[in-house]
């Protein structure tokens, strides 16, 4: 049956941790397509959509999987794990065209059509950093996976720790696809990680001006 939790997102961002540890019981196939869709969902630029995901369910992958995450335990015991790819060429080869035959009957004007062909290509060419663009693309799909996620009541846990060539090899990616991130879903297993904290907002937010804190009640 599927988890009927849906928290509301402020409580979801106040209770979230980096789950240590799952117990394994599976997401039941609706519920794991919700959140996939979620993060299909997002924003990305020129609606591009460049990310690809790869949703390493069966035990034995993701035995072999685990293998090559630094042997992080999670990777076997969670539910599921979402392998956040992207798509270097994506835009090349056909996503540009399929966001036009998309946007067209939804209201995308036909000069904008036109003039797209020509600009995204430029745009993209020129791209000073081509990786950067898809990582920005990618996290921001697997994140918006994980807040869904979480207000369905599962757990979840973001992963940097694998070998990004033999994952690809694992999962037969195209040469043009890039490994960004990891997202482990499931039931947290045992006691939830300690909470680290988080730095003071005038160390990171600015008024206006780098230098200028923006005042937070909070402090
Ligand atoms: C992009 C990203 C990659 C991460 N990679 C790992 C990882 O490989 N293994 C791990 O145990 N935790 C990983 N974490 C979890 C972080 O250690 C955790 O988010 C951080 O310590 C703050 O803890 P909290 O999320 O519970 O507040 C990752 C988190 C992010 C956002």
């Avoid at 005038?202 to 001006?209: K, Q």
Wanted: charged fraction near 25%; aromatic fraction near 8%; include cysteine.
């Amino acid at each position: 049956m599927a988890n009927v939790i849906e928290k509301g997102l402020s409580q979801a961002i106040a209770e979230r941790r980096a789950t240590p540890s799952f117990t394994g019981e599976l997401i039941p196939e609706e519920d794991l397509k919700k959140i996939l869709q979620a993060g299909l969902n997002a924003p990305s630029g020129y609606n591009l959509q460049p990310w690809r995901f790869v949703v390493v369910h069966t035990p034995e992958q993701r035995k072999r999987l685990r293998a090559v995450c630094f042997n992080q335990a999670k990777v076997e015991e969670a539910s599921a794990v979402v392998v956040a790819c992207g798509d270097l060429e994506g835009w090349r080869s056909t996503d540009l065209e399929e966001m036009v035959r998309l946007g067209l009957p939804n209201g995308m004007p036909e000069n904008y059509a036109a003039a797209v062909k020509k600009s995204i290509p430029q745009f993209m060419e020129n791209h000073p950093n081509q990786e950067a663009w898809l990582n920005r693309h990618v996290m921001i799909a697997l994140t918006t996976m994980m807040w869904m996620a979480e207000v369905m009541g599962y757990d979840t846990a973001p992963m940097e720790g694998f070998e990004p060539d033999k994952v690809a090899e694992l999962l037969k990616l195209p040469a043009s696809y890039r490994v960004v991130a990891l997202l482990a879903l499931g039931h947290r297993k045992g006691a939830d990680k300690y909470f680290g904290g988080r730095f003071k907002p005038s160390r990171l937010v600015f008024d206006d001006e780098f230098g200028k804190p923006l005042p937070f009640e909070s402090e």
